[in-house]
């Protein structure tokens, strides 16, 4: 059943306290019980909303987006990976894996304060960088029922994942399609999840994370944690499943007007680019459309985890929300395929969002960001964080209605840099 939308009140929500206030027809649990929502979180790497990614994912739109609230001013804290999404899990300003371990935040984050909260917390796909084949032991990443990591050096290899389950040791995916990989895994743990659900009325936090579309990527070292450059990494196109190799020949990236420009654009380094050429251009354009391709696989998953939902009779019940850990950039103010500035192209991101309450098929311009996540999953859930955590952020308004005085307008945006 669908609650009425006078029952959602979230943007009430201050941080930490994660509070989900009665409605006028029957009160939602602050503790998780068999009526509580389930949560499923679909999390891509590198994706951009200034680009028009979304708009080649027709079954994202169908599910989500034309059954959800699209925000158009959401924000990453930081243009890379990492710490961006140590920021998600955290609701904190960013940093990086080793910076999160050692600070003790592997033992006081969101899947721990969601497990305390009576959910199933699963996760499959890429949580942080710098978790490789030799440290993902020490320690486990913490506070999951279920889990299966990508681990560095192979992250971003399409065709060659290794993937390490619960506490098992690291298993290698040669020739397989990571995002097909990782679909499977996913409806592995939503049948776990399903199946303590009915058996014990546990509610589940499930996160898919593939690594689409970020670039390909052959790490030369174990790990790539703040010494990323050409010594230590080759980069190339995403590649897409051959079933979709050959899709949208003839898109190219749009050419807006700061694409590319005839006169140099921005300050410091990027004033001083030099125009692309055509080959440079062409090579991009390709980039681009293995994106958009890679991202295919990405759109099926997405169809096959709401069917099951659907199936499973819990699709009304359950929030899904999409988003990706930072936005992209190909050929604006003449820059190469990247991200790490403070464009919009970098930070602005997509974050969608569906389930009870959560008003269908529009879209809102409240300014939200990454450290709002954690805040607003604990709003849904009833999680919360020991009674000293400082949270950044605080719950996103899922009604998507901008209350004067309740929102900032800013985000706090930060950059990450190893080289110049
Ligand atoms: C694939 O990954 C495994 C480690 O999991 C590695 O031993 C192997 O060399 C890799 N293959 C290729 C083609 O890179
Ligand atoms: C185009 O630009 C690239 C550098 O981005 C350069 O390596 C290449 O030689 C140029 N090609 C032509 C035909 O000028």
């Known amino acids: 059943m669908r609650p009425p939308k006078s029952s959602l009140p979230l943007y009430l929500c201050l941080i930490g306290l994660a509070c989900i206030a009665a409605g006028q027809h029957g009160q939602r649990p602050l503790q998780a019980g068999a009526t509580a929502p389930n949560v499923l979180f679909i999390l891509t790497d590198d994706q951009d909303l200034r680009m028009d990614s979304l708009s080649y994912m027709p079954l994202l739109k169908h599910h989500i987006v034309d059954q959800g609230l699209s925000f158009n001013r959401h924000y990453c804290t930081v243009a890379l990976c990492c710490p961006s999404r140590v920021s998600m899990w955290t609701g904190k300003a960013a940093r990086g894996y080793p910076k999160f371990v050692s600070e003790g935040f592997n033992n006081n984050y969101l899947p721990l304060w969601l497990q305390e909260a009576g959910y199933g917390t699963y996760y499959v796909g890429k949580l942080f960088n710098a978790q490789s084949v030799t440290n993902y032991d020490s320690p486990h990443a913490a506070g999951w029922t279920g889990s299966e990591f990508l681990l560095d050096p192979y992250t971003y290899r399409y065709f060659n994942a290794t993937l390490q389950r619960n506490f098992d040791k690291p298993v290698s995916y040669e020739g397989q399609y990571v995002t097909d990989v990782i679909s499977e895994k ?4 939503l049948d776990d999840a399903l199946q303590a659900r009915e ?3 546990q509610p589940f936090f499930l996160t898919v994370a593939p690594t689409a579309p970020h670039s390909d990527v052959n790490i030369k070292r174990n790990n790539i944690d703040g010494d990323f450059d050409e010594n230590t990494n080759v980069q190339s196109p995403p590649v897409p499943a051959d079933r979709h190799k050959d899709l949208f020949p003839d898109v190219v990236v749009p050419r807006t007007p700061n694409f590319n420009p005839d006169e140099p654009a921005g300050a410091s380094w990027i004033s001083r680019l030099p125009k692309q050429n055509q080959t440079n251009v062409d090579f991009n354009d390709h980039f681009y459309r ?3 391709r890679s991202l295919q696989a990405v759109d099926e998953m997405v169809d096959h985890l709401v069917k099951r939902l659907e199936e499973a009779d819990i699709l009304d019940n359950t929030y899904i929300v999409y988003s990706t ?6 050929g604006q103010h003449r820059r190469q395929p990247g991200k ?3 464009f919009e192209q970098d930070i602005n991101v997509p974050l969608i969002v569906r389930g009870p309450g959560v ?15 954690a805040p607003t999953f604990m709003a849904l859930t009833g999680a919360r964080p020991p009674i000293d955590f400082i949270l950044d952020g605080q719950a996103i308004p899922l009604d998507g209605v901008r209350v004067e005085d ?3 307008e800013h985000v706090n945006v930060e950059m990450y840099q190893t080289h110049v």
């Open 199 to 201: 058996e014990t009325g």
């Open 290 to 292: 293995n994106r958009l």
């Open 359 to 373: 008003p269908k098929g529009i879209s809102t311009d409240v300014v939200t960001s990454h450290t709002d996540l």
């Open 325 to 330: 850990d930072n936005g992209y950039t190909i």
């Open 186 to 189: 996913a409806h592995g743990f």
């Open 340 to 342: 790490q500035c403070a």
């Open 406 to 408: 309740q929102r900032q």
